[in-house]
């Protein structure tokens, strides 16, 4: 029912930008809240930015990536966005997209569909 495909990872250097898609299909975007999580290696998944169904006025992000991240999505399009600006060493991780139903943005438990994941790796 759900698929959610992430693209747009890759190598950039400290300080670069970065923009991640996450193609999902369907009518995704009108009845599932999204997020995108991250995994380092050896670490656990955790919470970076999420986005319910009314888009602007309702998205959260987690507090190491506040105003260097930015995410969006594109109805027409069906895909959604991670903008990923001032990148550090320690945003290296695979990232993932994610639809849930989530009580509050950051409980990854609560999202149903995963995305395979794209690799962010940061250099210094």
Same mark, same amino acid.
């Given at each position: 029912?759900?698929?959610? %495909?992430?693209?747009?990872? *890759?190598?950039?250097? /400290?300080?670069?930008?970065?923009?991640?898609? $996450?193609?999902?299909?369907?009518? /995704? #975007?009108? %009845?599932?809240?999204? &997020? =995108?999580?991250?995994?380092?290696?050896?670490?656990?998944?955790? #919470? %970076?930015? *999420? +986005?319910? =169904?009314?888009?602007?006025?309702?998205?959260?992000?987690?507090?190491?990536?506040?105003?260097?991240?930015?995410?969006?999505?594109?109805?027409?399009?069906? /895909? +959604?966005?991670?903008? +990923?600006?001032?990148?550090?060493?320690?945003?290296?991780? %695979? @990232?993932? $997209?994610?639809?849930?139903?989530?009580?509050?943005?950051?409980?990854?438990?609560? @999202?149903? @569909? =995963? &995305?395979?994941? /794209?690799?962010?790796?940061?250099?210094?």
């Amino acid at each position: 029912q759900v698929q959610l %495909v992430e693209s747009g990872g *890759g190598l950039v250097q /400290t300080g670069g930008s970065l923009r991640l898609s $996450c193609a999902a299909s369907g009518r /995704t #975007f009108s %009845v599932y809240t999204m &997020g =995108w999580f991250r995994q380092a290696p050896g670490k656990e998944r955790e #919470f %970076v930015a *999420g +986005m319910r =169904w009314s888009g602007g006025s309702g998205t959260a992000y987690t507090d190491s990536v506040k105003g260097r991240f930015t995410i969006s999505r594109d109805n027409a399009k069906n /895909t +959604m966005y991670l903008q +990923m600006n001032s990148l550090k060493p320690e945003d290296t991780a %695979v @990232y993932y $997209c994610a639809a849930g139903r989530p009580q509050f943005y950051e409980l990854k438990g609560q @999202y149903d @569909y =995963w &995305g395979q994941g /794209t690799q962010v790796t940061v250099s210094s």
